[in-house]
């Protein structure tokens, strides 16, 4: 042992102080600069190749639609924050659907219908005491039908989403 501490490899060099004063060296691009033109080198592709630059698609001005939601007569302000109806795939809002799916349920105390995900409901059991499982899903509620999307939601997906 030397004593020192650390590794004893040589430092790293890189090609460009490696370069002969006298031969061409690659140009050092200062900070702000645009570089040199969208060329890059890649050894993978064997050479200098153009890199492609993302071009954002061009957002929609239009305002989103505002529907009358079926169960209250009130505008849906917020329709990305919407769900289907169960029948007809109308927009409504999701404090209604949840509302219309506890209607014809039978709760117990501790019972809960809450949104599952994957456009279903459940009759969730919260337990109130520390045990290993917090909550049970004792029945789930298929609200939104998953083979066929709402008409509406296209809209509302292109405005958020860019793919």
């Excluded at 501790?110 to 459940?122: N, P, T, W």
Aim: with cysteine.
């Amino acid at each position: 042992m030397s004593g020192r501490g650390g590794n004893n490899r040589r430092g790293y060099r890189r090609r460009d102080r490696d370069a002969d004063p006298g031969q061409d060296s690659p140009r050092q691009v200062k900070k702000g600069e645009k570089g040199s033109g969208g060329l890059h080198f890649d050894k993978g592709r064997g050479g200098i190749y153009e890199r492609f630059h993302w071009i954002p698609p061009a957002v929609s001005t239009e305002p989103l639609p505002a529907p009358d939601c079926p169960y209250c007569g009130k505008a849906i302000k917020d329709i990305a924050s919407a769900i289907g109806d169960k029948g007809s795939n109308e927009p409504v809002h999701f404090d209604c659907a949840i509302a219309r799916a506890a209607k014809g349920e039978t709760l117990e105390k501790g019972d809960a219908v809450v949104y599952i995900g994957g456009g279903r409901f459940g009759v969730v059991h919260f337990n109130g005491q520390h045990s290993a499982p917090p909550f049970k899903i004792k029945k789930i509620l298929e609200w939104e039908d998953k083979e066929q999307r709402a008409a509406w939601r296209k809209t509302v997906c292109d405005r958020y989403s860019a793919t």
